[in-house]
């Protein structure tokens, strides 16, 4: 199993700069990495002067390099999902739709980059898995993709199986879901194996997720105030999907006391802008990523207590709002909703107060 | 109708400023200007000196400016889905789930950015909207909707009319669907109204994807050549999706004739930084957004000479491929596939001859 980094910045060459860094820093420590790029554009290209493709290729010793390319894995996926057809249906219908004519929608690309990752760091071949996404946000959504839509499986599963058309799952739909997912699933029997592949998978998702030695990301910045400000949002965003952030990275610029400040407890480092054709002042300014850090939890729960304690820095307090509409409690922030599960001693239970304090929600039962 | 404008860029200070510039201008010259900003950090607000919302606000004269909530948008989608539902079921059962629970999974943005788009164009409020999106790509992906997910029924469509399983279509799925595009379709009867309105949004948003008075992007980029190359590579990621791009913003940079050449047939503008809080000569730096220009179409098809002509920028001929897998063209590029709906004398003809020319793939019948 192998450690997936993320770095969250603007992009733009200082920020690719940054991942290449990283990645060759990590590679001749002894680390095998893949560094993943979810861009079809040229930028990696041009500045490990070579042509990265969409199947991984090793571009120096320890380090490979892959172009994620959306067609391609949507291709592969559809010929898996009509492979699962065939098999289940007596008359397929899907043997006339060829991977090779599908478009990608919004949402494709996160959801084949996810599944993606997953099969790289299940080949056992890397150490360490670098994603460069194409925005904070998107590398964000993506990661969130676990527990917001293990969420919709657990609240529309309810809702189905207490519903009239529980049994009508679509065939039309579940296909092009399922290239997508690389799963199956079908409502025909919410209980049935693909569902519980569906659900296991969400659930490594998760636990992957919430275990910062498994992934984790750094922000990626400059000494500009707007940038900064952006910077302590994404932060925020990352908490809220349950992403741990493990420190910030701020290019060409210096550590002042302030920007420390607004990055509390992360550890804030300097990078030097890249002269000529030289890494090595890159490489070495760059954090021991593999370091046992502990930033801190996105979520703790502290049944006996009676509390949930959701760290949310980046907003302030009017930006969190803490509902309970359904049976779950919902934290929304930075325009993502975050439902929590609780265990069973709080589950169901009425909130009895919140409070929101050095950037914690702190939520009692 | 309005003109919904675009600027595909890396983000930043200097995008975040263009755009504002841009708006300010519009405005100033008597256009009743929209500014939809996509992210949810603080850059907006901290450069307009005021708190953007999810409503929109007048910040200016003729300047309304309104940041797109994911969440408040799909909890708006979602109520009039349970009325629909209501409506059409006799025991409904999505009543039970809540739009203040919905979390957003990727692509979500996107659809519910778009719908959005959509309603604020036609409230005839507006003269020029303005939309700041998350990244080039999923600006693209964004716009590319109308075109895909036409494809998509067209193709699908045509497939379960076909099939077993054709009357099945999800009550699962189709509910957070519809939440999303804001539309209602189910597949038991596919010419039936729900279907034809989703189907006449899709061809209204095609056509005015197709006219440049209704939907243009401009480049944003620096003199950087990494950000030249990315830049061009966004250029053919546009023309891929239809996207009309009118011309490129030089921030910071002089325009040489090797950057002017890079671009052609477009004219590149260049922008000087904001110094203070003066933008005047930003806004007097950008070019005449109304003006008739006359950048090439994105794609042509002249029946009499059997021929349709594409237009490809920012990539090599190695990078282009055409196949004819299912019934209609595909051309990749740039990690998306456009299945071309030919007009009927074309339609289902086998491809002659293909080439790549002077950014052009020229398709003969």
Redesign the interface.
Known sequence: MALILTFLG????AQ?EVVIAAAQKLAGLGSRVLLAEQ?????LD??LETTVTASPMEVAPNLTAVKL???LLLEEGWEQVKELEAKY???P??K???G????????????LALNALREYDQSGQYDVIIYNG??P??TV??L??P???S??LR??GQ??Q????GK???????P??SAILNVSWS?DDLSQEPTNRANDLLEQGKTALANPKRVAAYLVTTA????I??SQ??WG?AQQVGLTVKGVLLNQGQVTDPIAEQFEPLSVTAIPPRTGQDWQPLREALPDFLADSRPPQPITIDVAARQVRVFLPGFEKKQVKL?Q??P?I?I?A??????IDLPAPLRGKPVKGAKFQNHYLIISF
Do not use: H
């Open positions: 603007k992009g733009g060459r690719t861009d079809s554009g040229p930028a041009l500045l390319s959306s067609t249906l007596r008359s219908t899907l006339n739709v060829y090779q004519e599908l478009g990608i929608l919004p949402g494709m690309d996160s959801a194409n925005s946000l998107s959504r993506m969130g993709i527990e917001t839509l969420w919709y609240r529309f809702i189905l207490e519903s009239d058309v009508a799952l679509s065939p039309f739909i579940q092009i879901t409502a500009d105030e707007l940038a400000a952006e949002n994404i965003c509902t509409y359904g779950e919902t929304e930075g325009d993502q909703r975050r439902n």
